[in-house]
């Protein structure tokens, strides 16, 4: 972990998200994921260098919010795509075809599942049950749901996904 | 027998039935009215008790009884509502988020109200963006008509209802790991007691409810605790609560149409198929369903009468109702690629607290990595067993119930599909099958 900055990571905006917060909770520490959520929507990904800072913001040793932060995989280091792309992989899922689906989308992005392509556009994940089992096999691309799809479809799919992450 | 009228879906089909208005229109925020001009925290207690509305989260437990725990002098209480849904193949909570929050709104209001309770916090998995928008949005519909806040109707009861978003954990959906993460640490769950009635978020008491739990209480305040005993399979002795009430019920896998339905608890897996799920797709055979989520172990194709309320999968085997979510397999499926998916699910789900659970479940998942791939030992197969006698609060080895889940799968497909199992294994590995011999394990062949 840095201990020199020269510049903040977080933003007078976040620390104004964050600390609007605080009512909500009797310790500051609850505030720990509402935080880590606004520092991931503004950077896709929480820098190592924004534990300090938000340790200090909610009052606890940096230990304390990186054991959090490290628990829950879904905060990543290292900035995600404009778009975030999880194909469920869970039985309801995978008996339509999910991990078919999974495997076709990362040949035609050329990425593994977890990693993002090299335009930045997509990071391509899978997921476990995303609770869309009516739509399976299913995909959550940061808040669209794409639902049915099939292997045919990749080219497409992947389309879209870029489209998606140019409009953002 | 007449067509069940729904309840808790009664208005989701209705243009726009996620605002204020339309709830409204439809009767909405009647019981509220009524629990507050009318009735005391006890009279609520004592209504819902009366009603023996179970919880529909997956553990059953009664709702009226949860409440009457909570001390009835504490300054501080919280709520906790677990919309972590996050079992697989279960969507109802989903739902009723996205189509009718305003439902689920005034359930929380009212458990509130008879808990003592002056903040309610709705713990929603980060993967429900459009339901936790939805909640968001009625919220504030609620604040500003006057229904969330200080001094409600004028009644003198106060109360907060906040969002919490979840970080893709399956262990959230626990009661004390869901409070765990609400106060900001990971979701390890706790050792009980003290339950959260008596000492649970920010160690104040707290009563933790599913959502589709709350939603029926509004439903009981209108029209009676004995409206709701009308539905669902009677109690059978003093000791079982019954199964009262409309169920929201999930079908997926191969059926012809997935979809969640509501019906009086006690329908039949076979009847939710064939009328509900539009029959096994592709004009195929069912092999095996999930009863309840991937956590209930699993049904053969001969076990599909068996009725689902709270006491039916527990008779054949299986660790209980659940969420009620059935997944049907067909007669194309392998029982080892169903088990290499739910030993997959919860090796990656164990939140590596208790080391039976992390353990026993990643070793699970590396056995079936190891015989999907032909490299199958008979001997394998007598791990597996070892391990899901021996992972859960059951045997006494963990401190929640996520092994119980993970042990399952195992257990029933051990139990009721060994003749497969030791055919494929031999099959595909018919050089090695009888080795007996400590043997090199294979990390899994998909993305972990």
Redesign the interface.
Known sequence: MTTTTAQPILTPQMRAEIEAYFP????K??????A??IINEHLRCVPEGAIPELAKM?ELSPA?VY??LS?????KSKPCGKVRA?VC????C???GG?EVLEALSEKLGV???ETSGDGKVTLE???????????PAM?A??T?YKNLSVEQAGDVAAQLKKQADAK | MAEFEPVLLANIHKPDSHTLSVYRAAGGYAAIKKVLSTMSPVDTVELVKASNLRGRGGAGFPCGLKWSFLPKDAPTVYMCVNADESEPATFNNRILMELDPHQVLEGIMIGCYATRAQTAYIYVRCEYPTAYKRLHQAIQECYGAGLLGQNINGSGFNLDIYLHRGAAAYICGEETGLIESLEGKRAWPRIKPPFPAIEGAFRKPTVVNNIETLANVPHIVNRGADWFKSMGVPSTNPKDPGSYGPKLYCISGHVNTPCCVELPLGVTCRELIERHGGGVWKGRKGKMAIPGGMSMGLLTEKEFDTPLDFAGPGKVGCLGLGTAAVTVMDETVSIVDYLNNACRFFAHESCGQCTPCREGTSWSSRLMTRILSGKGRLKDLEILQSISQSIGIMPGTTICGLADGAAWPLKNALGKFRGELEEYIKKTNPGGYQQEEPAMALVELAHH
């Open positions: 909500r909770y009797p310790t520490q609850a505030v720990t994921l509402p880590l959520h909610l304390q054991d959090t628990f829950y995989g879904y905060f999880w992989r869970s039985i309801s995978s008996l339509r991990e593994a599942p977890g899978f997921g476990e049950c995303l609770g869309l089992c009516d739509f399976a959550l940061n808040d749901v």
